[in-house]
């Protein structure tokens, strides 16, 4: 008889929640509302984000039926190998890891721009070189080095450790959204008429919003870390698609709050012309200075 290693069962359902959750809110959340909005404007934004996440939420049906008939790990390479043979799962799979490495790269570059704006003197230091007009330091490769070890070794210890902590990061993230979104509404700055116009002018109220539909996806990646770890559940693989659908609304609501804390503090429309590598901070910043920024 063959004998096949099985993964702890150690996963509870508010931790899986939240490792979908983190995973969805990445940085783009906290650097590049700015960018939307010059895209889209506001409430082009807000829409498309609601929109693309019920789009999700309809791909979260299938991965909930998956998970529930086939509750081991792997994820979407395990469905192309179970469904469609070794040599669509060997691509499958291959493809999935040049699309983690990526977003590793990516967030890990965010954490290096976070410090680079909030300790200048410190990481703007040993210039490498410049590329596209930007200038790298080892300050910044330090910093993102510093941040991939930090949650390498969280992963390294288990399931538990990661999980639990995933848990309490983003408990504090989404405090932390609320709390600054309510510190911006109730800043004397802050007005409703600076998110005028609602949708970008020279687009239209149609084609800002399908704008922002169109990299939904990318903005949403991380939900289907679930089925990954769908072996290592503590809890029936029948609650798996509830737990999408939720991981995915708090994401909206966590996107939708960003745009509207960076977009009632001053126009949005002249805050997408600085040219700010961080338009959030900078805006943030203005209103609370580098102690807002920081906290």
């Not at 700015?34 to 299938?62: K, Q, Y």
């Not at 390498?152 to 399931?159: E, K, P, S, T, V």
């Not at 399908?210 to 609650?239: M, Y």
């Not at 590598?277 to 200075?289: H, L, P, R, S």
Request: proline share 3%; charged share 10%; net charge neutral.
């Amino acid at each position: 008889m063959e004998y096949r290693e099985q993964l702890t069962k150690s996963l509870k359902p508010h931790w899986v929640w939240a490792i979908a959750f983190g995973s969805a809110i990445g940085w783009g959340a906290f650097i590049l509302p700015v960018d939307w909005m010059s895209m889209a404007g506001p409430l082009g934004v807000i829409l498309g984000f609601i929109i693309g996440a019920i789009l999700m939420i309809i791909i979260g049906v299938s991965y909930g039926f998956l998970v529930e008939k086939l509750p081991v790990s792997g994820g979407e390479f395990t469905y192309a190998y179970y469904g469609l043979g070794r040599y669509h799962a060997f691509l499958c799979g291959w493809f999935l890891t040049l699309g983690y490495l990526s977003i590793v790269a990516l967030n890990a570059s965010a954490l290096a721009l976070l410090g680079k704006f909030l300790f200048p003197t410190f990481v703007e230091t040993g210039l490498l070189y410049s590329i596209a007009g930007w200038d790298v330091y080892a300050g910044e490769i330090l910093i993102a080095c510093i941040g991939l070890a930090i949650f390498a070794w969280l992963n390294i210890r288990g399931a538990k450790i990661s999980g639990f902590s995933q848990f309490l990061f983003c408990l504090i993230l989404l405090g932390g959204v609320i709390l600054l979104t309510i510190a911006m509404l109730f800043h004397s700055s802050s007005s409703f008429s600076n998110l005028q116009p609602l949708f970008k002018l020279e687009i239209g109220a149609v084609s800002s919003i399908f704008a922002i539909v169109a990299i939904a996806p990318w903005a949403f990646i991380g939900f289907d870390n679930i089925p990954q770890a769908a072996e290592e559940f503590h809890f029936s693989p029948r609650k798996t698609f509830k737990i999408i659908v939720l991981a995915l609304v708090c994401s909206a609501f966590v996107y939708c709050l960003t745009i509207i804390a960076t977009g009632v503090s001053e126009p949005w429309t002249s805050a997408s012309q600085t040219g700010s590598a961080w338009g959030t901070g900078k805006i943030v910043e203005n209103a609370y200075g580098k102690i807002g920024v920081f906290y």
